[in-house]
């Protein structure tokens, strides 16, 4: 063997190496089917989280501060996994080196604050649509842009609805069409038919842009979303010929929901980009009174109307459809699943004491501002390793100021130890808040 061929092997398993190191976290479109068979066998309870849109406000921008505060968020949550709706770089105008560091920011973001919870992505108009940026996105994110996964009792199917805009016919925009990307037998249209026939106990859709546009709701010139109702319809009456219990949609940046038949469509485009509407609408929403809870009524005084104005859409809001930036916790449950919106801040992790790898002890604060009872499955401790392990208890304070353990039922739980290096080792405990409430989880070296 050639010095110089042998060089450019070690180089290439190297790169191989580190490039699979790399990404552990992000879970690419070509191998989530095995993965999710591996992490998810006889999974039958689980959770996960649904986030997208946290493009900056325009190219050659910041990336928003609220998509971290999310990301730290996700990380003490710390759910199975988390599926991205897309559109994390802007992406228009980028060349494809531009769009690489862009979608690299984001990945390395995203690892500082959750690199030990999957993560899946579908791709945004904004990843892959313009030029050749597609170049970019699929040796971070799978060859396959349209693909599926079973995990556990659940069937996940990932739709593409913004195809790069040179595969495209003439007059198609977003929308559901029969296009394969070359990593299939069947292109999509055809695909999607097929896995659809996947049996499990819960169904979810995953894609960019929703079915149920709350800005451009009868189509129009300048649909924001599908091109055509034609083509929506093609792929939502498939859907409600399905079990389908979910499609999770972002592209729009506002949070909104309808539901038809048994179905939820969610559009969950307040991931940090810019919010398209007024926070709340009009006013006199849910007055209490059937049978038209949904009354909506407008003042120019209030909330600008509740107008939404932007290149594709001037219209009222329609109710529900709020501008708040937010993420969505999923928990399947055996036959149940729910759906909880959450806004950044929701909890917080404070720590008190140690966590810096010396102190025997640490202590944080974990403080859950939601109204209901929440598991927190990733604070993390940095302690000196310890041979004897580690011993972990809860305390709280209540309303008169005193101080007692946290009940036996409740304690928190050590769930993971990394060994860092010989001197020290992340704890990562799991604890379960009261609403309203803080608890003070304490770590100790044995
Ligand atoms: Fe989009």
Redesign the pocket.
């Known amino acids: 063997m050639k010095r110089s061929f042998k060089i450019l092997l070690v180089l290439s398993i190297l790169v191989l190496f580190v490039s699979t190191w790399a990404f552990a976290g992000i879970v690419k479109s070509d191998v989530a089917a095995q993965w999710a068979k591996n992490e998810g066998a006889g999974k039958t309870s689980f959770t996960f989280i649904v986030f997208g849109?946290n493009r900056p406000t325009s190219p050659a921008r910041p990336m928003p501060e609220v998509v971290k505060v999310m990301m730290r968020e996700i990380g003490y949550i710390h759910p199975d996994f988390v599926i991205n709706t897309?559109?994390m770089i802007i992406g228009y105008t980028d060349t494809v080196e531009q769009a690489r560091e862009e979608l690299l920011g984001f990945i390395d973001e995203y690892y500082k604050y959750a690199e030990d919870v999957p993560m899946l992505v579908v791709a945004?108009?904004?990843e892959i649509r313009p030029g050749d940026i597609v170049d970019a996105y699929r040796p971070l994110f799978g060859k396959k842009l349209y693909y599926d996964f079973t995990y556990g009792n659940s069937h996940f199917i990932m739709v593409n609805t913004?195809f790069p805009g040179k595969w495209l016919e003439k007059g198609q925009k977003y929308g559901f069409y029969n296009i394969n990307d070359g990593e299939h037998k069947l292109a999509m249209a055809d695909w999607f038919k097929e896995v659809l026939k996947v049996k499990a106990d819960h169904t979810f859709v995953v894609q960019?842009?929703p079915l149920f546009s709350a800005l451009s709701p009868n189509f129009g010139k300048h649909p924001k979303s599908f091109k055509t109702k034609e083509n929506r319809d093609e792929e939502l009456n498939l859907i409600m010929g399905a079990d389908v219990d979910a499609v999770f949609s972002?592209?729009e940046h506002i949070v909104y929901v309808e539901k038809h038949g048994e179905t939820f469509f969610f559009t969950l485009?307040g991931g940090g980009a810019p919010l398209y509407g007024t926070t709340t609408g009009g006013y006199n929403i849910n007055t209490g009174e059937g049978p038209d809870y949904a009354k909506l009524t407008y003042d120019p005084a209030y909330e600008n109307g509740g107008r939404a104005k932007g290149y594709h859409y001037d219209l009222h809001l329609p109710a529900g459809a709020l501008s708040i930036f937010s993420y969505m916790l999923v928990t399947v449950n055996g036959d149940k699943v729910s759906y909880e919106l959450l806004i950044p801040h929701n909890m917080e992790v404070t720590y008190v004491k140690g966590n810096d790898g010396i102190a025997n002890e640490a202590v944080a604060t974990v403080a859950n501002r939601t109204p209901f009872e929440r598991t927190y499955k990733g604070i993390k401790f940095l302690m000196p390793y310890s041979e004897s392990g580690y011993e972990v208890y809860g305390t709280q304070i209540d309303w008169a100021r005193k101080e007692s353990q946290v009940s036996e039922d409740k304690a928190p739980k050590i769930l993971e130890v990394k060994k860092i290096n010989d001197y020290q080792a992340v704890v990562r405990v799991a604890v379960t808040v009261p609403g309203a409430f803080s608890i003070d989880v304490h770590v100790k070296a044995k």
Do not use: A, E, I, P
């Open positions: 849109d897309g559109d945004g108009n904004h913004n960019h842009v972002g592209h485009g």
